[in-house]
């Protein structure tokens, strides 16, 4: 068995181990949401004003771009911190009640929001737009989380990415379905069983490689399936703690590895998912990168994500011109506030609920 003693952060070997940085509430899991969430802001401000090619991250470094790191980015952090709540309390009921507790309040909340914002810009009447078909499917398969609905009758019809109402949210019926999928590991005992796990997560991508058609992800792309690898290494990484090294440099080669790799092998797929995963541990739990106090604030990441693209668009509605800089502070100034009174009037308060189902770690 591996030791728990805390380790000096120079070399590989005396790394401290992710289990030990884990073990109280101190972390940066918190900041790294928050800025996931920015950068998927900041890559919609150019996607929703035709400015795809200026992203700056994807102008330096194709494909990468800020929307879709951001996106991996919580994938990564979903799987170890979901993974961490079950074997925190390892009992269905209170697994998918905290999930639901996470999830739900907030996503109906945007998709009402969603009707609302983006019908102000609609073609249509407000009588002939809410009783639109199309209107109420968004309502209850975006609601639901059941799978990717992301157009309103004649919304936002001028805008350089017309009828497109929320275009974040097609990762949460992804997300849902992974839950799913650990909730079924957890019950068969595959996730205090690392080995176990792990032959298993191997099996997983295997399959996924051979019948890539087969995966049951909707959307089922390529880019789903990246993000379902994310999900399962940050899974794997908290089964596995006790032998997961926070190594400094090696985290610094991770990061430089996509920067120099002229054949861009390393900025996408498997490869790029084992670095990015491993780089997200050690920023949001190496001893010597902790910022003191975040545990403790308020997490507005979620309502950044899933508020912010109908602002985005409302806002490129009322100024076309406008240029993606500005967008991103606008969109950022005016998300911020909604997500700051979903958290403390909404989210808050019924994660609290959790408490009635036994201590959880915190999701």
């Not at 209170?94 to 999930?99: E, G, H, N, T, W």
């Not at 009758?153 to 379905?177: C, I, K, Q, Y």
């Given at each position: 068995?591996?030791?728990?003693?805390?380790?000096?952060?120079?070399?590989?070997?005396?790394?401290?181990?992710?289990?030990?940085?884990?073990?109280?509430?101190?972390?940066?899991?918190?900041?790294?949401?928050?800025?996931?969430?920015?950068?998927?802001?900041?890559?919609?401000?150019?996607?929703?004003?035709?400015?795809?090619?200026?992203?700056?991250?994807?102008?330096?470094?194709?494909?990468?771009?800020?929307?879709?790191?951001?996106?991996?980015?919580?994938?990564?952090?979903?799987?170890?911190?979901?993974?961490?709540?079950?074997?925190?309390?390892?009992?269905?009921?209170?697994?998918?009640?905290?999930?639901?507790?996470?999830?739900?309040?907030?996503?109906?909340?945007?998709?009402?929001?969603?009707?609302?914002?983006?019908?102000?810009?609609?073609?249509l009447p407000w009588s002939e737009y809410l009783?639109?078909?199309?209107?109420?499917?968004?309502?209850?398969?975006?609601?639901?989380?059941?799978?990717?609905?992301?157009?309103?009758?004649?919304?936002?019809?001028?805008?350089?990415?017309?009828?497109?109402?929320?275009?974040?949210?097609?990762?949460?019926?992804?997300?849902?379905?992974?839950?799913?999928?650990?909730?079924?590991?957890?019950?068969?005992g595959l996730l205090v069983r690392p080995r176990?796990?792990?032959?298993?997560?191997?099996?997983?991508?295997?399959?996924?490689?051979?019948?890539?058609?087969?995966?049951?992800?909707?959307?089922?792309?390529?880019?789903?399936?990246?993000?379902?690898?994310?999900?399962?290494?940050?899974?794997?990484?908290?089964?596995?703690?006790?032998?997961?090294?926070?190594?400094?440099?090696?985290?610094?080669?991770?990061?430089?590895?996509?920067?120099?790799?002229?054949?861009?092998?390393?900025?996408?797929?498997?490869?790029?998912?084992?670095?990015?995963?491993?780089?997200?541990?050690?920023?949001?739990?190496?001893?010597?990168?902790?910022?003191?106090?975040?545990?403790?604030?308020?997490?507005?990441?979620?309502?950044?994500?899933?508020?912010?693209?109908?602002?985005?668009?409302?806002?490129?509605?009322?100024?076309?011109?406008?240029?993606?800089?500005?967008?991103?502070?606008?969109?950022?100034?005016?998300?911020?506030?909604?997500?700051?009174?979903?958290?403390?009037?909404?989210?808050?308060?019924?994660?609290?609920?959790?408490?009635?189902?036994?201590?959880?770690?915190?999701?």
């Open positions: 068995m591996a030791s728990l003693a805390p380790r000096s952060p120079g070399t590989w070997h005396d790394a401290p181990l992710l289990a030990h940085a884990t073990a109280g509430r101190d972390n940066n899991v918190l900041a790294i949401r928050f800025v996931a969430a920015a950068a998927v802001i900041l890559f919609h401000c150019y996607a929703l004003t035709d400015h795809w090619m200026q992203e700056p991250l994807y102008a330096a470094l194709a494909p990468l771009n800020f929307g879709t790191l951001g996106v991996q980015v919580f994938f990564v952090l979903s799987g170890f911190l979901v993974t961490q709540s079950w074997l925190a309390r390892p009992a269905l009921v209170p697994f998918a009640a905290s999930r639901a507790l996470r999830i739900y309040p907030a996503l109906v909340t945007a998709t009402v929001f969603t009707v609302l914002v983006a019908g102000a810009s609609s073609a009783r639109s078909p199309t209107t109420w499917r968004y309502v209850a398969r975006t609601a639901s989380g059941i799978d990717v609905v992301d157009r309103l009758p004649g919304v936002f019809p001028d805008n350089p990415f017309p009828h497109a109402a929320n275009g974040s949210l097609w990762t949460l019926p992804v997300e849902l379905r992974l839950y799913v999928a650990l909730g079924v590991a957890g019950v068969v176990a796990w792990l032959v298993a997560g191997l099996g997983l991508v295997a399959a996924g490689l051979a019948w890539p058609d087969a995966v049951p992800l909707d959307p089922n792309t390529r880019g789903t399936r990246l993000a379902a690898l994310l999900f399962l290494l940050g899974s794997l990484a908290c089964a596995w703690q006790r032998y997961v090294p926070l190594s400094l440099p090696a985290a610094a080669l991770a990061v430089a590895l996509p920067l120099v790799d002229a054949h861009a092998l390393a900025r996408d797929g498997p490869l790029f998912a084992l670095l990015l995963a491993y780089v997200v541990l050690v920023v949001a739990y190496h001893p010597a990168l902790r910022i003191g106090g975040l545990a403790r604030a308020p997490d507005y990441s979620y309502g950044l994500y899933v508020y912010a693209f109908p602002i985005q668009q409302t806002i490129v509605r009322a100024a076309p011109d406008i240029a993606p800089p500005l967008l991103f502070v606008l969109a950022l100034a005016v998300t911020l506030a909604v997500a700051a009174v979903s958290w403390h009037a909404l989210e808050a308060p019924l994660l609290r609920l959790k408490s009635r189902f036994g201590p959880q770690a915190r999701r």
